[in-house]
């Protein structure tokens, strides 16, 4: 069985032991990573939108996708 992800998706590798977070609101400078501008968005239009953290016991790559990322 094979998984159709959007196109705007992105796979990273994650390495064990480390922690990542995850854009969510789509205005991030470093896709599909966090840069914090989330906390300016949530100010100006007041929403709240959060990164995602992931911290893995094993090294491997994952599929990210956000429908902010989209818009």
Do not use: L
């Given at each position: 069985?094979?998984?159709?992800?959007?196109?705007?998706?992105?796979?990273?590798?994650?390495?064990k032991?480390?922690?990542?977070?995850?854009?969510?609101?789509?205005?991030?400078?470093?896709?599909?990573?966090c840069?914090?501008?989330?906390?300016?968005?949530?100010?100006?239009e007041?929403?709240?939108?959060?990164?995602?953290?992931?911290?893995?016991?094993?090294?491997?790559?994952?599929?990210?996708?956000?429908?902010?990322?989209?818009?």
């Open positions: 069985m094979s998984i159709e992800f959007p196109e705007s998706s992105k796979e990273i590798t994650i390495i032991g480390k922690r990542y977070s995850i854009c969510t609101c789509g205005a991030s400078a470093v896709m599909p990573f840069d914090g501008k989330h906390r300016e968005i949530n100010e100006k007041v929403c709240n939108y959060k990164s995602i953290k992931i911290i893995s016991e094993k090294d491997t790559k994952i599929q990210v996708h956000s429908a902010a990322w989209d818009s």
